[in-house]
C-alpha cells in the first residue's frame, strides 16, 4: 500500500518522513474475491459496492464522484507541490477486514514502542494502535456506554450500518454538507468510502460522556477513506472524539476522510480530533458543520503526524444566532507540512464565529495557517474573531499564514490577528538557570504556549498533549 | 482575450538607446506571452477579472500645441520623436487650463504637468546636481544612469502582464535623481492629466536616491472631464539608495469611469528609510500592487495607504514586504472606507526569506463599512522562514457603533455629519504618519472632496 516517495525529495527529508518499512513489512494474501487491486477506476467502485451491498442510489453516487475526483485537478496553484508526489494509481483503495495486514508485536519499529511506553499507553491499546490487533477490545467499557446509548435512542454505528439500517435518518444529509465536487478529495472519498461513524442523537439528549470512535466494536475505525455523519437533532448535545495521541503505525500513505455534522436547532456539537499518523502519510482531509438556529458547531483539532496535511474544518451558520469554532493546534516536525485553518460561512444574522489557530514549526518543519471568513450581502450582526499565532523554533523553521476574509455589508464585525515569534533567549535562560536542560526549558515554553488551548481537550488527551510535545521537543534545539 | 488591449507593438525611435528598445521588444514579447488572469488565480482571488477586457482604448496621438500665452514648456517629442503632434481628441483640454487646473503645494522643490504623457509644464528651484526631468529626455540625456534603476525587480503581485505591457509602452514620465548627500526640503510635485474619451497611458515614475540623499515626490492623478473613460497602467520605480530617505505619494483622482493599474516597487539598502502613500479617491476600478524590498539591515519601509470607495467603485491592493536582508522593518497600514455598493479587496504578505533573522514587520487593514451592500475582502498573510522575527498582520472590518453616533449626537452634530467626522478620523490617522502638514492638507482636500460628492449622491 506504500509506494516509493518521489526521488525529487532531499536526503534529509527522506530520512525525516521514512519509518522503518522493514519491520513493518507485510503481504496481501492473494484472494481476487476480496482484494480491489491497485489504483482506481469504475471496477475498483463496482467492487466495493459489491463487497458493501450498497444500494443502487450509493453505486450511482459513487460512481458520479469518480467523475469528478478524476476530473478535478490537483490544487497545486494554492497548496504544497508535494502532493504531485502521491501516485493515485499505487494506492489500493478497499481492504475488506480479511484482508487487514496482520503484523506481530515484534515487528511494531521500537521507536514506536518507545513512544508508547513514554505516553503511558495500556498494554492493549499499543498493539492495536501497532496495527497488531484489528480492533481494540474495548467490550467491557464499552457495553455499559451501549447499554445507556440504546435507552436514549442514540444510534452509534458505522457508515455502512448506517446507511443500510438507519437509511431515512442517513440518507437526507448524506453528502449535503460536504457535497461530492466540494474538492478533489471529497470526491475521491464519495467514491471510495469505507469506515467512520454514523451517529444520530434523538431531540433533547445531552450525553455527558463523548463518544470515542473506538468504542465502536468491528468498525474500520482509522480507515483510509472514513465517512463520519453526526446529527444531532434539536437541543441535543455531544462531544465526539477521534485520534489518539498515540502514533498511529499506518503503512497506508493516502488518507482522505471525510466528517459532517449536522447540528438542528439549539444543538451542541464538539468534535475533537487528535491526529498523529506517521510521517509517510498524507492526510487530506474535508471536515464541515452545519449550525442551524442557536446551535454550536466546535471543531477541536490537533495535528502532530503525518507528512502532508491538508485541513480546514468549516462550519456554515445557516439559522440565526449559530454558533462556529475551531480550536486548532498543529505541530510540524522536519518533513512535515501541517497545512490547517479553518473556513467560517455565515448564512444568517447574528451568527457569531471563532477561531484560534497555534502552530509551533519544528526543525524545518513548516506550519501553514489558511483561513475562509465569509459574510455575504443582506445578513446583519454577525461577527467573527480569527486569531492564529505561530511559534519558530529553528532557524529554519517555517511558518506562512494565508487568511482570507469578505464582508458584505453593515453591521458586521470581523477581526483577524496573527503573530509570528520564537522563544525568547530570555525565557530559556531564566529556565536554564533554575536547573532546567535546554531541552525542558523548550518544552515548558512550547507547552505554556499552547497551555490554554490544550485546556479545551478532554482531560487524559490534554495530558497526553503535554508528554507529546515533550517528546516532539526532544533534539530540536541544542 | 489574450491581448486585452488592442494596441500595436509600440513603434520605437532611433534617438533612444538601443538597450531601451530591445528591454521593449523583449517586454513586449513577454506581454503577448503571458496569458491574461482569469478566474482562480490566487493572485487575483476576489478580482473582478472583467476590469481586465481594456477593447477599445487606444494611444493619445499626442497634445496640442501649447499657445502663446501659456506658461512655460517643453515638449520631449520634439526631441525624441516619440510623439508626433497631432491635436486631437484632449481640443475640449487646452493645456493651459489644465496647467492651471494643477493645483497642489505651496512649496515645491519641483513641479511638473504632464497631459496625456507630454510634458507640458515645468519649473524647479533644485539643488545643483538633482536630476528632475522627463523620462523621455532622461533616457537620451542620462541613459546609462537610467538603465541602472528601470523596471529592476520582478512584478510577482498578478500584473507581471500589464507591467510587461507598461515596460513596451512607456513613452514618458519621470525621473529623479538624488545624488550622495543632497537632501531636498520641499516636494517634488507632478500633475498627470488623462483627457479624451478612451485614452490609455502609461506614466513611468522612477526615483533614485544617493547615499544619505532625501527627498519626497508627490504625483496627483486625475482626468481632464469627469465623463470620458480613460485608462492609466503606471509604475513606479523607486530605489533608495543606503542611509536615504525617499518618500513618495500618489493620489489617485481619476474620474469614475476611469481604470487604473498602479504597480508600486520599492527597494531600500541599508539603513534608507522609505515611506509609500496612496490615496484612492477615483476611477470605477484600480489595482495597485506594492511591493517594498528591504535590502540591507537597518532598512525601513512604510506602505500606507486611504481608499475612499463609494457608488460602485472597486479598489483591489495587493501588498508584498520582501524581507531578503536581516536586521529591517517594514510596517504597513492600509484604510478602506466603503459607501454604497462599493468593494475593496487588500491582500498583503510579508514574507521573510532564510537568513533574514531579527526581522519586525507588521501589517494592518482596517475596512470602515459605512453602508449595508459594500464589501471588503482581505487577505492578511505571512511567509516566514527565518528565526528570532517579530511579525504580525492585523485586519479588521466594521462599522460606526452607534454610541459613538449618539455621543456626537448629544453634542449637536447630525447623525451625518457624525459619521463623515469619524470617517474622516480614521482616514487621517494614516496621514499623521506622513508627518509634513502641508502634505497632510493637500491629501485633506482630495478626501473632503470625495465625501462632499458622497454627501451629494446622498441626499
Not at chain 1, 175 to 185: A, C, E, L, Q, R
Not at chain 2, 119 to 145: D, F, I, R, Y
Not at chain 2, 441 to 451: N, P, Q, T, Y
Request: glycine residues 6%.
Amino acid at each position: 500500500m506504500s509506494y516509493q516517495p518521489s526521488a525529487t525529495l532531499d536526503a534529509e527529508t527522506h530520512d525525516a518522513i521514512s519509518v522503518d518499512r522493514s519491520k513493518g513489512d507485510f503481504t496481501f494474501p492473494e484472494r481476487n474475491k476480496l482484494d480491489a487491486g491497485r489504483g482506481l477506476t469504475d471496477k475498483t467502485v463496482d467492487y466495493i459496492c459489491d463487497v458493501k451491498n450498497d444500494p443502487p442510489w450509493l453505486r450511482e453516487f459513487r460512481h458520479k464522484a469518480l467523475k469528478v475526483f478524476l476530473e478535478k485537478p490537483l490544487p497545486t496553484h494554492w497548496a504544497s507541490k508535494d502532493l504531485e508526489n502521491i501516485n493515485f494509481d499505487e494506492i489500493r483503495y478497499y481492504l475488506s477486514d480479511g484482508e487487514k495486514p496482520k503484523r506481530s508485536w515484534d515487528d511494531v519499529p521500537d521507536d514506536i514502542k518507545r513512544t508508547f511506553d513514554r505516553l503511558g499507553i495500556p498494554q492493549q491499546e499499543r498493539a492495536f494502535l501497532a496495527g497488531v490487533e484489528a480492533q481494540y477490545d474495548s467490550e467491557a467499557a464499552y457495553s455499559n456506554v451501549k447499554e445507556e446509548l440504546t435507552k436514549q435512542g442514540v444510534i452509534f454505528v458505522n457508515s455502512t450500518e448506517g446507511l443500510h439500517q438507519h437509511e431515512e435518518v442517513f440518507r437526507p444529509w448524506f453528502g449535503k454538507v460536504i457535497p461530492t465536487s466540494d474538492n478533489k478529495f471529497s470526491a475521491l472519498n464519495s467514491a471510495v468510502f469505507s469506515g467512520g461513524s454514523f451517529i444520530y442523537i434523538p431531540k433533547g439528549v445531552k450525553l455527558k460522556q463523548p463518544l470515542q470512535a473506538y468504542f465502536r466494536i468491528n468498525s474500520e475505525n482509522f480507515g483510509q477513506f472514513e465517512r463520519t455523519l453526526i446529527i444531532a437533532d434539536e437541543g441535543a448535545e455531544l462531544m465526539y472524539m477521534e485520534g489518539c495521541t498515540a502514533p498511529k503505525f499506518e503503512t497506508a500513505t493516502l488518507h482522505s476522510a471525510v466528517v459532517e455534522l449536522v447540528a438542528l436547532k439549539g444543538a451542541k456539537i464538539q468534535y475533537v480530533t487528535v491526529q498523529n499518523w506517521s510521517s509517510n502519510v498524507f492526510n487530506l482531509v474535508t471536515k464541515r458543520g452545519l449550525a442551524m438556529e442557536d446551535a454550536e458547531v466546535r471543531w477541536i483539532d490537533c495535528n502532530i503526524g503525518s507528512r502532508l496535511t491538508i485541513k480546514y474544518p468549516g462550519v456554515i451558520m445557516k439559522g440565526r444566532r449559530a454558533r462556529g469554532e475551531v480550536i486548532s493546534i498543529a505541530l510540524a516536525n522536519t518533513g512535515q507540512h501541517q497545512d490547517t485553518g479553518a473556513k467560517m460561512i455565515h448564512a444568517a444574522d447574528e451568527t457569531t464565529s471563532n477561531i484560534v489557530s497555534k502552530s509551533i514549526s519544528v526543525g524545518k518543519g513548516r506550519a501553514t495557517y489558511r483561513g475562509q471568513v465569509h459574510i455575504p450581502k443582506h445578513l446583519k450582526g454577525c461577527k467573527n474573531n480569527t486569531e492564529c499565532d505561530a511559534l519558530l523554533i529553528n532557524t529554519n523553521s517555517r511558518t506562512d499564514t494565508y487568511p482570507a476574509i469578505t464582508v458584505k455589508g453593515n453591521r458586521h464585525s470581523t477581526q483577524h490577528e496573527a503573530s509570528v515569534s520564537q522563544v525568547s533567549e530570555d525565557m530559556l535562560f531564566y529556565l536554564m538557570q533554575r536547573g532546567l536542560n535546554q531541552g525542558q526549558a523548550m518544552s515548558l515554553a512550547v507547552n505554556g504556549f499552547i497551555n490554554d488551548l490544550v485546556r479545551e481537550f478532554p482531560m487524559e488527551y490534554s495530558v497526553e498533549l503535554k508528554r507529546l510535545i515533550d517528546l516532539e521537543m526532544e533534539g530540536s534545539v541544542g | 482575450m489574450n491581448s486585452p488591449v488592442p494596441v500595436p507593438a509600440p513603434t520605437t525611435s532611433a534617438a533612444l538607446p538601443a538597450w531601451f528598445t530591445t528591454r521593449q521588444q523583449a517586454a513586449w514579447s513577454r506581454y503577448l506571452a503571458i496569458p491574461t488572469p482569469k478566474r482562480g488565480d490566487e493572485m487575483w482571488r476576489f478580482s473582478n477579472i472583467k476590469q481586465l477586457d481594456f477593447t477599445g482604448f487606444s494611444r493619445s496621438t499626442g497634445v496640442p500645441p501649447v499657445r502663446e500665452d501659456g506658461p512655460t514648456s517643453l515638449s520631449p517629442h520634439e526631441t525624441t520623436g516619440i510623439l508626433p503632434v497631432v491635436p486631437d481628441r484632449q481640443d475640449a483640454y487646452p493645456p493651459a487650463d489644465l496647467i492651471a487646473r494643477s493645483s497642489g503645494l505651496e512649496d515645491t522643490a519641483a513641479k511638473l504637468i504632464f497631459v496625456n504623457e507630454t510634458l507640458v509644464h515645468s519649473q524647479s528651484s533644485l539643488p545643483a546636481g538633482v536630476l528632475c526631468l522627463s523620462l523621455a529626455e532622461a533616457l537620451v540625456s542620462h541613459s546609462a544612469l537610467v538603465e541602472a534603476h528601470f523596471m529592476k525587480q520582478e512584478t510577482r503581485l498578478g500584473s507581471a502582464k500589464f507591467a510587461a505591457l507598461h515596460e513596451a509602452s512607456v513613452a514618458n514620465g519621470m525621473f529623479v535623481h538624488v545624488p550622495d548627500d543632497v537632501e531636498i526640503a520641499h516636494p517634488i510635485e507632478i500633475h498627470h492629466w488623462l483627457a479624451g474619451s478612451n485614452t490609455v497611458i502609461f506614466p513611468h515614475t522612477l526615483v533614485v536616491t544617493g547615499r544619505h540623499a532625501k527627498v519626497r515626490v508627490v504625483e496627483m492623478f486625475r482626468s481632464a472631464g469627469d465623463l470620458q473613460p480613460g485608462l492609466a497602467i503606471t509604475f513606479n520605480d523607486l530605489a533608495a539608495g543606503p542611509g536615504s530617505r525617499l518618500d513618495y505619494v500618489a493620489i489617485q483622482a481619476f474620474n469614475e469611469v476611469s481604470r487604473v493599474i498602479q504597480i508600486n516597487e520599492t527597494s531600500a539598502a541599508r539603513d534608507a528609510t522609505t515611506t509609500g502613500f496612496v490615496l484612492n479617491t477615483g476611477a470605477a476600478w484600480a489595482r495597485n500592487e506594492s511591493l517594498s524590498r528591504l535590502e540591507g539591515p537597518g532598512a525601513r519601509s512604510d506602505m500606507l495607504s486611504v481608499s475612499i470607495a463609494a457608488h460602485a467603485q472597486e479598489y483591489d491592493q495587493r501588498t508584498f514586504q520582501h524581507h531578503v536582508s536581516p536586521g529591517a522593518f517594514s510596517d504597513l497600514l492600509y484604510k478602506n472606507l466603503l459607501y454604497d455598493f462599493a468593494g475593496t479587496i487588500f491582500s498583503g504578505l510579508i514574507s521573510v526569506d532564510e537568513g533574514a533573522h531579527h526581522t519586525d514587520a507588521y501589517q494592518t487593514c482596517r475596512n470602515l463599512l459605512m453602508s449595508d451592500t459594500c464589501e471588503a475582502n482581505s487577505m492578511p498573510g505571512l511567509e516566514i522562514n527565518a528565526d528570532q522575527v517579530k511579525c504580525s498582520h492585523g485586519s479588521t472590518s466594521s462599522q460606526i457603533s452607534e454610541e459613538e453616533i449618539f455621543y456626537l449626537r448629544a453634542r449637536g452634530i447630525d447623525s451625518a455629519a457624525a459619521r463623515q467626522l469619524i470617517a474622516r478620523g480614521f482616514s487621517i490617522e494614516v496621514l499623521a504618519r506622513l508627518g509634513d502638514e502641508p502634505l497632510e492638507s493637500l491629501v485633506i482636500g482630495f478626501m473632503d472632496a470625495k465625501f462632499a460628492s458622497i454627501a451629494k449622491a446622498n441626499n
